[in-house]
């Protein structure tokens, strides 16, 4: 019998050397991959990040009318009735649209390099991580990608949930905790695990 381990198999797992031979190698040196965001866009981050560490992260936690006061001055489409955490970390004001008596909780990393959209009645809880942005795998620089994400109208996006770029979670659909969602999340539907897949619907009583 053929040794596995002479087939590059150990334990199951097809073992791969690498890359052939006469492939690219990778280069992510700032002058292979300069920034792809204008001078205008890091400015304004800049000014964000002083904003936030100063006025909106030492804001007591029922000031919700002051952090969406702020969040409006850098551009974000917020409503009297959003409610957003003090500790809560958004990559680009002006990227950022959350409905009516939506809510989105503490320590949870809106990192929207493309715009991220919250409908209505929309709860994204503690430790998520919204991530509208990736790299090109099979570029050799890298390069960063950038996909809008959707949490429609009453969705629930669960506790240390991740959501990435280019995914829509249906209405009323719920991401379970701990959950990764790498695609589309059907209506009503409830979705957990990592890669999330369906595990039942959503009733309303």
Known sequence: MTNLIDQGVSGGVVADAGPPKDAPSLDTSRQACPSPHSLKNKLGRILWGVC?????????????????????????????????????????????????????????????????????????????????????????????TATPIEIRDAAWVCAKAFVGPGVTIGRGAVVGACGVAVKDVVDWHIVAGNPARTIGRRELR
């Open 52 to 144: 936030w560490w100063g006025l909106f992260r030492l804001s007591p936690r029922p000031l919700f009318g002051w952090r969406n006061f702020l969040l409006r001055l850098f551009g974000a489409r917020v409503t009297a009735t959003t409610r957003i955490d003090p500790t809560v970390r958004v990559w680009a004001p002006w990227n950022l649209t959350v409905g009516a008596d939506s809510s989105i909780g503490h320590h949870v990393d809106v990192y929207n390099v493309a715009s991220i959209t919250i409908g209505n009645q929309a709860t994204v809880s503690q430790y998520s991580y919204l991530c509208a942005a990736s790299h090109d795998l099979s570029d050799p620089h890298m390069t960063l």
